[in-house]
């Protein structure tokens, strides 16, 4: 076991790095491993000792399918990471507790793959119910693991505990985004439009609890110039996620025709950037472009007659 854990840690390295092709073989020995594993297991008996063996090892197991689902994804293999990452679902699911993290990480990712496939739906409903985990819906967490565990205490203490944590409304947030996308090209846009707003306004919660408007009080300018500093690098990767979903709110309202309320929510967006990046950023340089093609947009319909 601790030669496994010991393998893993070297594929997780190997990841890290961008080496995928050596993080693809040992995250594929570890699984290989667990087949030899579990047929030694059963000729051992069935004492708690072996058991306890088997769930490490099958641990060991769904994390590896995992990764190897991670490289295969970000080596556009999306057939054989949909694969990988289902198999990693079912065992994560069969050794974790109901309710756990890493489920609902593994289920995300299965969106992800879904949606670079096409198959929006799936990816909508994979996306859901990571979210529902996030969100501890008793009810979605039951049906997702199918029995009542013994580890439903602790799951429900886990959600809870989560919950509380501002990391956990952010990945909330960025579950809603991806639903919000997934939806949206599903053509359902009403449903769009709600979660994306939904995943806006958490990420405000954290926003506002996050970075309260204190600096004013600072008598030492010096001071008060270094707290600011200091807020827009922390601020910056809030910043991005939330212009994400202003922006995808945005094209929402292009494709309902609802153009001026696009341009309103570009503008939004603006705002935000231009206070963390500078005007010649990409992401201030595309927004500029997305305001531009609205505003094209409305005078085209302005200047349309009969």
């Known amino acids: 076991m601790d030669h496994l854990k010991s393998v893993h840690f070297m594929g997780i390295q190997y990841l890290e790095k961008g080496d995928f092709d050596n993080a693809l073989i040992i995250f594929q020995k570890i ?4 087949h030899s594993n579990v047929h030694n297991t059963c000729s051992s008996g069935n004492d708690d000792s072996a058991e306890k063996r088997r769930k490490r ?10 990764n190897l689902g991670v490289v295969n994804m970000w080596a556009g293999n999306f057939r ?20 756990h993290f890493s489920v609902a990480v593994t289920l995300s990712c299965l969106g992800t793959v879904s949606f670079a496939l096409g198959k929006f739906n ?8 990571a979210f529902k985990i996030l969100n501890g819906d008793e009810v979605a967490i039951s049906k997702l693991w199918r029995k009542k565990s013994k580890a439903s205490t602790e799951s429900s203490e886990l959600a809870a505990n989560i919950e509380c944590t501002d990391e956990n ?7 809603l985004n991806n639903i919000g996308c997934a939806q949206y090209k599903a053509g359902k846009l009403k449903d769009a439009h709600d979660s994306l ?13 996050s970075y309260p408007s204190h600096t004013e009080s600072c008598v030492n300018n010096q001071k008060r110039t270094a707290i600011i500093h200091l807020q827009k690098k922390s601020r910056a990767p809030l910043v991005f996620d939330k212009c994400l979903a202003l922006c995808n709110v945005g094209r929402v309202y292009i494709s309902r025709d609802e153009k001026e309320k696009a341009k309103e929510m570009y503008e939004k967006a603006m705002e935000l950037q ?33």
């Not at 699984?31 to 667990?34: E, I």
């Not at 054989?80 to 309710?99: H, I, K, N, S, T």
């Open 31 to 34: 699984v290989r491993s667990h």
């Open 197 to 209: 707003s939904k995943s806006f306004h958490l990420q405000q919660e954290v926003w506002l609890k």
């Open 57 to 66: 090892s099958q641990y060991l197991v769904g994390s590896a399918l995992h």
């Open 274 to 306: 231009s206070d963390v990046f500078s005007p010649k950023h990409i992401l201030v340089q595309e927004m500029i472009s997305n305001i531009k093609h609205t505003d094209d947009l409305l005078l085209k319909h302005s200047t349309i007659s009969i």
């Open 122 to 129: 799936v990816s909508c409903v994979m996306f859901t119910q």
């Open 80 to 99: 054989d990471a949909l694969a990988c990452f289902r198999d990693a679902f079912y065992v994560r699911r069969e050794v974790l507790p109901r309710g």
């Open 169 to 175: 409304v952010l990945g909330k947030a960025k579950l």
